[in-house]
Structures are given as C-alpha cells and as structure tokens.
C-alpha cells in the first residue's frame, strides 16, 4: 500500500511539471487569409489570446478593456493580444460588423471549425489565455470581470 501512495504521489508530481504548450492549429484572419497559430510566437513576445463571439456581451467588454490599456501595454511590456473569433457559421457574418463597432487595435481571427477552441479544451468564453515567449501558457482566465485586465498586465510585467 505504502509503495502505492509512493507511486501516485510521484505521479502527480510529475503530472503537476507538465507545461502546457500552445497548439499548432490553422486559424483565419478578417481578410479570410489561414495562418498557423504558431505564426503568433516570435521567440521575444508573450501573448494574449482573447476567446470571443460577437453574441457574447462579457467577450466584448473584455476586449474593449483590453483595447483601452493598449498604450499602457506597449509602454509597460511588449505583449501582443489577439481576439480568436469562434463564432460559428451562423454568427461569423457578424465578426467583421462588430469590428466595425469596436475600434479595437489589435489582431483579430476566426476560428472557424473551432479546432484552436477543441485543442485548448475551451468550454466558456470569454477565456483568456497568457503565452510566454516560449510558446508556454503560463495562466487562463475564464470569464470577464472588470479589473482581470490589470491582472493580466501585472503577470505579462514578469514574462
């Protein structure tokens, strides 16, 4: 029993080391150009990834949010966020009209089969997720609450 319990607490410590990396996975961009989500890592730059739809009212006050401390981002830390669209083909004729409405200043893409949403295990949105430089997600956030934007921004400081 001892060498059991020796066992699966070795197990979970190396369990519990395990980093999660960011998948390659084909997204598209407004333009309708596929790019791999791997394009999103240059080896220097953490990175945010936003989950959104344009019927979800909490996605779009989290990337107005977002938006609105761009400035101080690019001062404090040379983060890039980008907005992964997983609206379906129902919904994705909205995408560009809601762009239209937020003037957001950063890179935004669809999702379109939601392969990048399936790979990352995704259930509720909006979810956000910090990419270190490496290409390591090093934190999630699930759901919007006003402030998780500062948050962000104090964890991006120590990437």
């Given at each position: ?61 989290e ?9 101080t ?85 120590t990437?």
């Open positions: 029993m001892r060498q059991l319990f020796c066992f699966l607490l070795l197990f979970q410590f190396l369990q519990g080391g395990a980093q999660e990396q960011l998948p390659a996975v084909t997204v598209k961009s407004t333009s309708g150009k596929e790019i791999t989500t791997q394009s999103f890592l240059d080896g220097n730059t953490p990175v945010v990834i936003s989950f959104w739809a344009t019927w979800c009212k909490p996605c779009l006050q990337l107005d949010a977002f938006n609105d401390l761009t400035e981002w690019k001062k404090e830390t040379k983060a890039r966020i980008i907005a992964i669209s997983i609206d379906d083909s129902r919904t994705a004729s909205g995408i560009k009209k809601t762009l239209g409405l937020h003037d957001w200043s950063f890179d935004v893409f669809w999702d379109e089969n939601q392969e990048f949403k399936r790979a990352l295990n995704i259930t509720l949105i909006p979810h956000t997720i910090v990419v270190d430089k490496k290409g390591v997600i090093v934190k999630r956030y699930t759901a919007y609450i006003p402030g998780n934007e500062e948050k962000v921004l104090d964890l991006l400081k990437l």
